[in-house]
């Protein structure tokens, strides 16, 4: 990372027109949508590698200001091969589902074995015991972000202040204290946008109020029980779906919030949540378009050099 400008090696899920007949390519790395420059055409021209298949690695230059390719070009020699060593990919990932959220009962879709069937959750039992232990776990991670004052309790601080990108690492460090402060279950909901031209779009309300657009985004996700008494009736156990995303929201959400949250269409009009996945701790970021395959990153290290190049970026001018 020099300045706002990125220097990775990084993957295409896929090249998609976006508006006004620009490219856009999207990695599998990385959350946010970039478009490529001219200088980015020119440069993969001039390098005379393919325009970019699924899978398809590249050395680039990314311009993080505006979003944009500056430079691709054909990787250092054995760079796929250091991809699969430092990131392997996970084994029997779970189901993506394509979703409407305009047709779910969010009273329904927020609670697991009624709305919620994952085969996941059978690996873990330790579920969140009420949504007071959920807030805990909110304050504590949301406490370590890199934008306060004091430093954080637990280093390296998070960047919840830069949600253009990262939320990958961000969700990882998470499930990482979680389960070991705690020892709870800590499952990743994975959002896509990867119909035709949607695009995942949210204000940062909490950065300025800009708005911020992905073609995936990642938060951990936590499994709550709690027990309500309706008049007239024996207590009813009741486990619910929240979601712990510091750089989005100031408290845990329910899942159908933080989905909603993602079609905001007064930031974009294509703005609409293609499909969902939720996946064990260990997913770290997609390894194709589709969402149906995943990396990981056992040793935490593309997390810990995320945090290095996001801890000083802002969200929003």
């Given at each position: ?19 006004e007949g620009k490219s856009q390519y999207l990695f599998n790395e990385r959350a946010r949508i970039f478009t490529l420059s001219e200088e980015g055409r020119r440069s993969l021209t001039q390098s005379r590698a393919p325009a970019g298949g699924s899978g398809q690695p590249f050395q680039v230059t990314l311009d993080l200001e505006r979003g944009m390719v500056l430079h691709m070009a054909a990787p250092p020699a054995g760079a796929r091969a250091a991809l699969t ?233």
């Open positions: 990372m020099e300045g706002k400008e990125e220097h990775a090696v990084l993957t295409v899920a896929a090249v998609r027109e976006g508006a060593v430092d990131r392997p990919l996970l084994e029997k990932p779970e189901r993506v589902e394509r979703l409407d959220l305009a047709k779910i009962d969010p009273t329904v879709f927020d609670m697991v074995d009624v709305g919620q069937k994952w085969s996941v959750f059978a690996l873990c039992t330790q579920t969140v015991p009420g949504f007071a232990k959920a807030k805990e776990i909110f304050d504590y991670c949301a406490a370590l972000s890199c934008h306060l004052p004091t430093p954080p309790a637990v280093p390296p601080c998070i960047p919840f202040q830069y949600v253009r990108d990262g939320c990958y690492a961000r969700a990882h460090q998470m499930r990482r204290l979680i389960t070991k402060k705690w020892g709870f279950c800590v499952e990743k909901v994975f959002s896509f946008a990867n119909q035709n031209d949607d695009t995942l779009a949210v204000r940062a309300d909490k950065w300025g109020g800009c708005c911020v657009t992905w073609w995936y985004h990642v938060a951990p996700l936590l499994r709550v029980r709690t027990t309500i008494t309706p008049p007239g009736m024996p207590p009813l156990p009741l486990t619910f779906l929240l979601v712990i995303d510091p750089g989005m929201f100031n408290a845990p959400v329910f899942l159908s919030t933080w989905l909603n949250a993602q079609e905001n269409t007064s930031c974009s009009a294509r703005a609409n949540v293609s499909s969902y996945s939720i996946q064990p701790g260990t997913a770290y970021q997609p390894a194709n378009y589709a969402g149906t395959a995943f990396n990981t990153d056992p040793k935490y290290k593309d997390t810990e050099d995320t945090f290095k190049a996001y801890k000083s970026l802002k969200t929003c001018p």
